[in-house]
């Protein structure tokens, strides 16, 4: 089991910027991918941005050269910084955690954190 705990969610005026983080216990070893998701009201959850274990990142076509997803190993945390917020990045952010087992995923998701950006 992996548990993921999310942290640096809130409010910030369109422009601003915000650093969500998510550590993960007991370890990631294992861990094949960590991946940010987010999910507006009425909308369905969508990827956002991903790591690979080598540190191959993918980021969504709206986030790209505004979001920055990094990774330290030392202390189990990946982070999603957030820069030139908009109105449309308002969401819950989810942390997920994937391992491949190893043909079928296994997926770890963290509790969510609200980033709101108003207009």
């Known amino acids: 089991q992996v548990q993921l705990v999310e942290s640096g969610g809130g409010l910030v005026q369109a422009g601003g910027s915000l650093r969500l983080s998510c550590a993960a216990s007991p370890s990631t070893f294992s861990i094949n991918s960590f991946g940010w998701y987010r999910q507006a009201p009425g909308k369905q959850r969508e990827l956002v941005a991903s790591?690979?274990?080598?540190?191959?990142?993918n980021y969504a076509d709206s986030v790209k050269g505004r979001f920055t997803l990094s990774r330290e190993n030392a202390k189990n945390t990946v982070y999603l910084q957030m820069n030139s917020l908009k109105p449309e990045d308002t969401a819950v952010y989810y942390c997920?955690?994937?391992?491949?087992?190893?043909?079928?995923?296994?997926?770890?998701w963290g509790q969510g954190t609200q980033v709101t950006s108003p207009q």
């Open positions: 790591i690979s274990a080598s540190g191959s990142r």
């Open positions: 997920n955690a994937r391992r491949w087992r190893p043909t079928v995923p296994e997926d770890y």
